[in-house]
């Protein structure tokens, strides 16, 4: 069985700065990482994903996420934060052959000004 | 626009209650997913369609049913509304040639009393 871990409720970060939202997995086979992300009162959005090739991915709204194998992760980062990019962050496997998802408990991301 | 329309943003139901969630998707998505999402539990899938009248059980299944009659629509039934149920529904669909990436719907928020 595949399963997410996402090991914050709860990421701050002032303005500016550097943010990293974490993410570990659990997948039999090869991984497919996904990062999703959930504005106030709004469905999810898809932000980027892994699917095969060079580590580090890029995204949507400048992030961008890195994938290391040896440490079962997907962090996600963004060089400089703005306060527009508070939300609700997810991440998401799928293994193999699934059609289906298996998101992480979600990360409360709080850019402060 | 791609898009993923939930009928209803909002709905307060009695205990007993029948209720009807319903998704419409105007991407000719072959894949329809129904999730629920619950603070600190993520999202957990409840039932997935790869095609017209298929389905497929996701994680938490019991006390829901879905219906596929026609590609674009996918919808929740809940036959008999209880408190535990009270919870954001969450809609979404994806094309098999682009794995992973979900369309989200802006959810239904269900509390039933």
């Known amino acids: 069985a595949q399963s997410v871990a996402q090991p914050e409720d709860q990421v701050n970060v002032a303005e500016g700065n550097p943010l990293t939202v974490k993410c570990t997995y659990s997948?039999?086979?090869?991984?497919?990482l996904f990062w999703y992300v959930q504005y106030p009162n709004r469905g999810l959005q898809f932000l980027l994903k892994y699917i095969t090739g060079d580590n580090l991915v890029k995204g949507s709204y400048g992030f961008e996420a890195e994938f290391n194998k040896s440490q079962t992760s997907f962090h996600l980062k963004k060089p400089s934060a703005l306060v527009s990019d508070s939300a609700l962050y997810f991440c998401?496997?799928?293994?193999?052959?699934?059609?289906?998802?298996?998101f992480g408990s979600g990360t409360q991301l709080t850019v402060l000004p | 626009d791609v898009k993923v329309t939930q009928s209803s943003r909002y709905l307060v139901k009695r205990t007993g209650e029948k209720v009807f969630l319903e998704c419409v998707q105007d991407?000719?998505?072959?894949?329809m997913f129904w999730y629920r999402q619950d603070p600190g539990l993520g999202l957990r899938l409840i039932y997935f369609?790869?095609?017209?009248?298929?389905?497929e059980k996701g994680d938490i299944p019991e006390g829901y049913s879905v219906s596929r009659e026609k590609k674009e629509r996918f919808s929740l039934i809940l036959e008999s509304a209880s408190t535990n149920q009270t919870s954001m529904y969450l809609c979404a669909s994806s094309s098999p040639t682009r794995a992973g990436e979900l369309f989200f719907g802006e959810g239904s928020r269900l509390t039933v009393l």
């Open positions: 998401a496997s799928k293994g193999g052959s699934a059609r289906q998802l298996t």
């Open positions: 369609s790869y095609d017209v009248k298929m389905k």
């Open positions: 991407m000719d998505h072959e894949n």
């Open positions: 997948v039999s086979g090869n991984p497919y």
